[in-house]
Nanobody, 115 residues
Framework: QVQLVESGGGLAQPGGSLRLSCAAS???????MGWYRQTPGNERELVAT???????NYADSVKGRFTISRDITKNTVYLQMNSLKPEDTAVYYC??????????WGQGTQVTVSS
């Protein structure tokens, strides 16, 4: 089993920045980590993922503004969010995919972009 602890959400002004962190604990081997987001009444959507080998994938809506990175030694994934827009407002969830194929979710962290 893997436990995920997220941090870094909060309030930012349009054009501002925030950095999310997600630390995974446990002994299971991780294949990939990523971030998803969800707004009320909508399905959870992919924001960005990164594999253990460093391959990153981004939603078109965040390309060029968000950067995902990871520290394998700490089992931690980061999401640097720049040039934030009001439409980025959502609950952001960390996700980890294990080598055995199972997936775990974090508790979610609120990101609000507003002036």
């Amino acid at each position: 089993q893997v436990q995920l602890v997220e941090s870094g959400g909060g309030l930012a002004q349009p054009g501002g920045s925030l950095r999310l962190s997600c630390a995974a604990s446990g002994s299971a081997s991780i294949y990939a980590m990523g971030w998803y987001r969800q707004t009320p009444g909508n399905e959870r959507e992919l924001v960005a993922t990164i594999t253990r080998g460093g391959s990153a994938n981004y939603a078109d809506s965040v390309k060029g503004r968000f950067t995902i990175s990871r520290d394998i030694t700490k089992n931690t994934v980061y999401l640097q969010m720049n040039s934030l827009k009001p439409e980025d407002t959502a609950v952001y969830y960390c996700n980890v995919v294990l080598l055995r194929g199972t997936s775990n979710w974090g508790q979610g962290t609120q990101v609000t972009v507003s002036s």
